[in-house]
């Protein structure tokens, strides 16, 4: 009888135990575990520690550059696709159109339309077609392909760095061809006539001059300030190269920039979103040009 007595104690002893311990439990709340703890599939994440001996982490430069590459990726693939849709568009309408002069307008329309489609192709294949799906890029490559055929005497050049800058080109029409694109120039540059300006650089009555007309964009960034190292423009066919030159003393030129409402410097400093003049002998003149840009010990190809 003794022994039932101790072994029943015994047994409310670890019974008042095990309920203490239950009741201590319920009182314990874990530390909030932050929302941006949870582990998501692809992705680094950065928690922010409590601790005083650690510094906070936080999305490294690195991260923040391809965040920005693959948004502006984004854009111009979106780009691409509206204006190619729209080239196919207005092709149509071309075929199918009466009116001579309708089917001028419609014909402007198709080639400014394949001009911008060519151009967000450029930046796309040279620069961001890491962050393109496959499927997408075979389908862009193929259609560059064939828009190249359509563009050989095209003035318009557009190249892309690596960090953003988006570079346009509107060179001087030298032949028939190329005037068949003063109506995408004109619309590119936002003033009615932007190919007759630059044509008249090579009808001075002294000396001829070789232009460009220069863009700067900034896609990823806030900068507003660029300053290209150099420009080349060289003869496909003589292999010959020239660089801007400064502006001459000459009364012709200055009657041609006072009539277009037009300034020429010596600097290469460009304002983003803003279009500057670039002066050229006229030896490196050439209706098929390949244009080059230094920028931040970059060569940049500019492509029609």
Not at 203 to 232: G, H, Q
């Amino acid at each position: 009888m003794e022994m039932k007595n101790k072994r029943c104690a015994l047994l409310f002893l670890v019974s008042l135990f095990v309920v203490l311990l239950s009741s201590c439990a319920s009182n314990y709340m874990p530390e909030e575990v932050p929302n941006n703890a949870i582990a998501k599939p692809g992705k680094t994440n950065y928690i922010q520690s409590n601790s005083k001996g650690n510094k906070n982490c936080s999305p490294t430069p690195n991260s923040d550059l391809l965040l920005k590459k693959k948004n502006t990726a984004q854009k111009l693939l979106n780009e691409f696709n509206e204006y190619a849709n729209k080239s196919s568009e207005y092709l149509e309408k071309y075929k199918n159109a009466e009116n001579d002069e309708i089917k001028k307008q419609l014909f402007n329309d198709y080639r400014y339309y394949t001009v911008m489609a060519s151009d967000r192709a450029n930046g796309i294949i040279s620069v961001y077609k890491p962050f393109i799906d496959q499927n997408q890029l075979k389908r862009i490559y193929a259609e560059k392909e064939e828009i190249n055929g359509k563009l050989m005497p095209s003035t318009v050049y557009t190249g892309y760095s690596s960090e953003g800058i988006h570079i346009i080109a509107l060179a001087q029409p030298l032949i028939t061809g190329n005037l068949g694109f003063s109506d995408t120039m004109n619309r590119i540059r936002g003033v009615k006539g932007e190919a007759v300006f630059l044509e008249e650089f090579m009808l001075l009555p002294k000396k001829a001059y070789y232009v460009l007309d220069l863009y700067v964009e900034d896609l990823m960034y806030s900068r507003n300030d660029f300053k290209v190292d150099d420009i080349t423009v060289m003869d496909r066919t003589a292999g010959t190269s020239v660089h801007p030159i400064e502006k001459p003393v000459d009364d012709d030129l200055n009657k041609l920039l006072i009539k277009y409402d037009r300034k020429l410097d010596n600097s290469k400093s460009l304002k983003n979103k803003t279009w500057k003049l670039f002066l050229f002998d006229n030896d490196g003149g050439t209706a098929f040009p390949d244009i080059f840009v230094s920028y931040q010990n970059e060569y940049i190809d500019l492509k029609q």
